[in-house]
């Protein structure tokens, strides 16, 4: 069973635009949601997180939105650019250690 | 510091043999968690040991199985092993004890025959 759904499975932007991927959640104890970028042959890194005391996260060209009554979140990226392009996962953990519940991934491509 | 490494980064295997992968993870690093990636799952979490103990543990069969060394390094075992357990499996080590950020190696990719 998938705790944290994750869409769309890829999408394909031109340079300059808006990528958006979202997520949901059905666990009401997770507290906290990572997200991490993975290029080919390499491991997942951070690339931005949020609390759900918090509605937005904003980082650079990252935004992370949060809805907790919908128990949704999404990631934007503004101003697409072609080193963009690379596997986003959403995450989400409980308080009790380093486990996380991941997304089954979006495969982004930004068009130059 | 040197990132977290995983060995070996390639192994071919083949059914109902057993496998294991070792890890180590960044200097200081207490807590190290091992997933496993396949198409269209993401990553499924395995079992997470902090300071040598088994903190977590995913739903994954008892062929699964992990160990932690004093000196935080790692190793994942898998016994008797399927076709299924094809995958790129990933170790990540972290600082803390909670909700830290997870620093993966680059992984270790077991294909079954």
């Known amino acids: 069973q998938q705790q944290v759904k994750q869409s769309p499975q890829s999408l394909i932007v031109q340079k300059g635009g808006i990528s958006i991927i979202n997520c949901a959640y059905e666990n009401t104890a997770f507290d906290y949601f990572p997200w991490y970028q993975q290029f080919p042959g390499k491991g997942p890194a951070l690339l931005i997180a949020?609390?759900?005391?918090?509605s937005e996260k904003k980082e650079g060209r990252f935004t992370i939105s949060f809805n907790k009554s919908a128990k949704q979140f999404s990631l934007h990226i503004m101003d697409s650019q072609p080193g963009d392009s690379a596997t986003y996962f959403c995450?989400?953990?409980?308080?009790?250690?380093?486990?996380?519940?991941f997304g089954t991934g979006t495969s982004l491509t930004v068009i130059p | 510091k040197a990132g977290v490494t995983q060995t070996p980064r390639y192994l071919i295997k083949t059914r109902g043999q057993q496998v294991t992968l070792s890890c180590s993870p960044i200097s200081g690093h207490r807590s190290v968690s091992w997933y496993q990636q396949t198409p269209g799952q993401g990553l499924q979490f395995l079992f997470e040991y902090f300071s040598e103990t088994q903190r977590n543990k995913g739903n994954f069969p008892g062929r699964f199985s992990g160990r932690q060394f004093s000196n935080s390094r790692s190793e994942m075992n898998v016994s008797t092993l399927e076709l299924g357990d094809s995958a790129l499996y990933l170790c990540a080590s972290s600082p803390g004890q909670y909700q830290e950020t997870q620093y993966f190696g680059p992984g270790t990719r077991l294909l079954v025959l």
């Open positions: 995450a989400a953990s409980m308080n009790t250690g380093n486990q996380f519940y």
């Open positions: 949020i609390r759900p005391d918090v």
